[in-house]
């Protein structure tokens, strides 16, 4: 048997809570992309300098590829 659904305030926190983070993260998704630069994103867009993938040119991106290259050595 399914249990009735009642509406306490409590559940409507959580909902409210809830549909918040999920306008945040899809306004954050069209203002930035796929770019999962963080904070030390210098500039990324939806096109990078020459027409390629968002993240081409952010420094955030240079220095993670940066420290995973040294980490190989």
Request: net charge positive.
């Amino acid at each position: 048997m399914l249990q009735e659904i009642t509406l306490t305030p409590a559940t409507v926190v959580i909902v409210l809570a809830v549909l918040a983070w999920a306008v945040w993260a899809v306004r954050r998704l069209f203002k930035r992309g796929m770019c999962d630069c963080g904070d030390k994103c210098d500039g990324c867009s939806s096109k990078g300098r020459n027409g390629s993938s968002a993240c081409s040119h952010c420094g955030a991106a240079e220095d993670m590829v940066a420290r995973m290259e040294s980490s190989l050595r």
